[in-house]
């Protein structure tokens, strides 16, 4: 099993911060690696695929970095609506898609 | 526009059965797998499992073999998750999520399973 370890499990941040969340794998995954934000009381929202691709939609102050077994995502300049939870997902190994435990972002 | 319905709430009894829906619609629902994501109270999420719809090929997380059965019916483009034996333990929010490329992209609204005597 593949085995995904986000870092840190939760975070403090205000309006306007830059913020960086990582993700690890227990093995290497290439850059079959995805972002999800989740909001309380409703489904995950798709962010980044593939460690850098920018999901339709989503605003460019999102962006994702790695390939191996090291991840990032990046928020470069918090919004109020960004307060969320956020996992990363590998898609190597089929069919276990494992998910990271979450990072949840609050207000400070 | 993609869209992906899930069927509503339940609430059961240990040892009873059920089976919950995920239709969806604005694409070729035989094109694209169908995924399973449980999410257990206040916990983080798990990927129960995958089918495609075109050919019922159906994968399992080995945690979720033997515990729960995916399948799809393509003439009404709806996917299923099913319980023979539902536990205290299978409470939790379940969705069904599209994966395209690499990564689900659409999601359904989630079906909450309350599993209570």
């Known amino acids: 099993d593949i085995q995904m370890t986000q870092s840190p499990s939760s975070l403090s941040a205000s309006v306007g911060d830059r913020v960086t969340i990582t993700c690890r794998a227990s093995q290497s995954i290439s850059s079959y690696l995805n972002w999800y934000q989740q909001k309380p009381g409703k489904a995950p929202k798709l962010l980044i695929y593939?460690?850098?691709s920018l999901q339709s939609g989503v605003p460019s102050r999102f962006s994702g970095s790695g390939s191996g077994t090291d991840f990032t995502l990046t928020i470069s300049s918090l919004q109020p609506e960004d307060f969320a939870t956020y996992y990363c997902q590998q898609s190597y190994s089929t069919p276990q898609y494992s998910f990271g435990q979450g990072t949840k972002l609050e207000i400070k | 526009e993609v869209q992906l319905v899930q069927s509503g709430a339940e609430v059961k009894k240990p040892g009873e059965s059920l089976k919950i829906s995920c239709k969806g619609s604005?694409?070729?629902?035989?094109?694209?797998?169908i995924g399973w994501v449980r999410q257990m109270p206040g916990k983080g999420l798990e990927w129960m499992g995958i089918?495609?719809?075109?050919?019922?090929?159906?994968r399992y997380s080995p945690s979720f073999q033997g515990q729960v059965t995916i399948s799809a019916d393509k003439s009404i483009s709806t996917a299923y998750l099913q319980w023979s034996s539902l536990k205290a333990s299978d409470t939790a929010m379940y969705y069904c999520a599209r994966r395209s490329r690499i990564a689900a992209d659409a999601w359904g609204q989630g079906t909450m399973v309350t599993v209570s005597s």
């Open positions: 604005g694409y070729s629902f035989t094109s694209y797998w």
């Open positions: 593939a460690a850098s």
């Open positions: 089918i495609y719809p075109g050919d019922s090929d159906t």
